[in-house]
């Protein structure tokens, strides 16, 4: 069965760093998302990406942090001058394997996460 | 912004019985809602949803119940294993799921063997 990847599993970096997370989609899903889950916290949206921009973007994701689909394949999340308070889960989702439409629904699969650590 | 409530935190349940999670909304632009089940240091495994234009959706042991006059859906689980036991998230969006999921808060499940 198809699943979402991500990479690495676990990320520590120092305050002020910048870091990485790295996300391979379903192969056919055409709506990438990141959400992210602060420890004993709901999981939170952060921006969605379609025909290689970004759809919508939440208050969390300032200009410190960016989305990217280099190679048609992987969908990154980098993010700049890392603060404490980004220390969380972050899941990498997909869905959409063709145009959603009145009785047609597509549905968000998310990959295993990365815990990021922000010393 | 608590667009969408889980306001039972957790839930204990006989294994065998049934199991029964609630979620509420306040949006009335929403029109798609799914149940993701949860283990520690994983990420949201989909479990089922349902589109507003529906009131019932079921898939084996689960059913997605949906009163869209209440703004309230429940998903049950029937009859509810020791593996279920997991954090059990209420989601919701427009334009049938390719957009942005607003999340509950969660309900942790425990099946008591």
């Known amino acids: 069965e198809p699943e979402v990847t991500q990479t690495p599993s676990h990320q520590v970096t120092q305050m002020g760093q910048e870091v990485i997370l790295r996300c391979v989609p379903i192969?056919?899903?055409?709506?990438f998302y990141w959400y992210r889950q602060i420890l004993g916290q709901k999981v939170e949206f952060l921006v969605s990406?379609?025909?290689?921009?970004?759809?919508?973007k939440s208050e969390i994701f300032d200009d410190r942090f960016s989305v990217e689909r280099p190679d048609g394949s992987n969908f990154t999340l980098k993010i700049r001058s890392t603060k404490l308070e980004d220390s969380a889960m972050y899941f990498c989702a997909s869905s959409g394997a063709g145009l959603a439409s009145f009785g047609s629904y597509n549905e968000q699969f998310f990959g295993p996460g990365t815990r990021l650590t922000v010393l | 912004d608590q667009q969408v409530k889980q306001n039972s935190p957790s839930l204990s349940v006989q294994e065998g019985r049934i199991s029964i999670l609630n979620c509420d909304y306040t949006n009335s632009m929403f029109d798609y809602f799914l149940w993701y089940k949860k283990y520690p240091a994983e990420g949201p495994t989909f479990l089922i949803s349902?589109?507003?234009?529906?009131d019932k959706n079921e898939d084996g042991r689960f059913t997605v119940f949906l009163n869209k006059s209440a703004k309230h859906l429940s998903l049950h689980i029937v009859p509810s294993q020791p593996g279920d036991s997991a954090v059990y998230f209420c989601?919701?969006?427009?334009?049938?799921?390719?957009?942005?999921?607003?999340f509950g808060t969660g309900t942790r499940l425990t099946i008591i063997p």
């Open positions: 990406f379609y025909n290689n921009e970004i759809s919508e």
């Open positions: 989601a919701a969006s427009v334009n049938f799921g390719n957009e942005k999921l607003t």
């Open positions: 349902i589109s507003s234009i529906k």
């Open positions: 192969s056919n899903h055409l709506y």
